[in-house]
C-alpha cells in the first residue's frame, strides 16, 4: 500500500474551500444573533410602553375629588400630570403623579391623611416605563381636550380638561435597530362634575 500526501494545490484548493465554508457557517450565526437581539429589543420596548401607558389609562378613568375637596385634576403638563384617584378602590383617595424624567415614566403614589385630610403624607414611587424618548424627540407625553375636542393647552385652564391623551415613545438603543416604538391611548375623565 502506497501513502501519497496532498500536493500543494490540493491543500490549497481544501483550504480555500474549508474556509469558504466557516465563512457561511459564521456569518449565518451571527446574523441569526442580530436578529435575535433585534426582536427581544423590540418585544421588551412594546413590554415598556404598554405597562406604561396601562397603568396611567386605567388611574386616570377613576379620576375623582381628592379627600380634601380639591379638583380631579391638580397640575398638567406635557410631560406630567398630577390628579386624585382611587387607584385600589378602598378609602381613602390617592394623589397620583406621573413624571417623565431622564428617559423613565415614574408614578408617585400620595396618601391622604391626617383631619380634615392633606396630601403630604406617605409616598410610593415606582418606575413604570423605561427608555422613554419623547424629552429627545421633542414630543409630548400628555396632550389635553375640552368636551368640543379643542386641545386646552394652558395649565390655568385645568377645569376645561375632559379627557387625556398619551404618547410613549420608547426605544432601548437609539443607535441601532429596532427603532423607536410609539404607543398613544386616550382616557377620558368620568367621575368629573361640572363646576
Given amino acids: 500500500m502506497i501513502m501519497r500526501g496532498l500536493s ?6 481544501t483550504i480555500a474551500v474549508t474556509s469558504v465554508i466557516l465563512a457561511v457557517i459564521t456569518q449565518s450565526v451571527l446574523s441569526f444573533y442580530k436578529s435575535n437581539r433585534v426582536a427581544l429589543e423590540e418585544s421588551f420596548q412594546i413590554r ?26 391638580a397640575t398638567i403638563a406635557s410631560t406630567t400630570i398630577t390628579f386624585y384617584s382611587d387607584v385600589d378602590h378602598s ?11 431622564a428617559n423613565r415614566l415614574t408614578r408617585t403614589v400620595t396618601y391622604s391623611a391626617g383631619d ?3 396630601y403630604t403624607g406617605q409616598s410610593v414611587t415606582t418606575v413604570v416605563s423605561d427608555f422613554v424618548r419623547n424629552l429627545e424627540d421633542g414630543i409630548p407625553m400628555f396632550r389635553y381636550f375640552d368636551a368640543g375636542g379643542a386641545e386646552v393647552t394652558d395649565p390655568l385652564d385645568i377645569t376645561d380638561v375632559v379627557s387625556v391623551t398619551v ?12 427603532g423607536e416604538f410609539t404607543l398613544r391611548s386616550s382616557a377620558s375623565l368620568r367621575n368629573l362634575r361640572p363646576q
Avoid: C, K, W
Avoid at 500543494?8 to 484548493?13: G, H, L, P, Y
Avoid at 415598556?48 to 379638583?71: F, I, M, P
Avoid at 378609602?91 to 424624567?101: D, G, K, M
Fill in 167 to 178: 404618547s410613549l415613545v420608547v426605544d432601548i438603543t437609539p443607535v441601532h435597530a429596532p
Fill in 116 to 118: 380634615p385630610p392633606t
Fill in 48 to 73: 415598556s410602553a404598554e405597562r406604561g401607558v396601562q397603568a396611567l389609562v386605567r388611574d386616570l378613568r377613576e379620576t375623582t375629588y381628592g379627600d380634601n375637596g380639591a379638583y380631579p385634576l
Fill in 91 to 101: 378609602a381613602p383617595i390617592e394623589q397620583i403623579s406621573y413624571v417623565l424624567s
Fill in 8 to 13: 500543494i494545490v490540493e491543500a490549497i484548493v
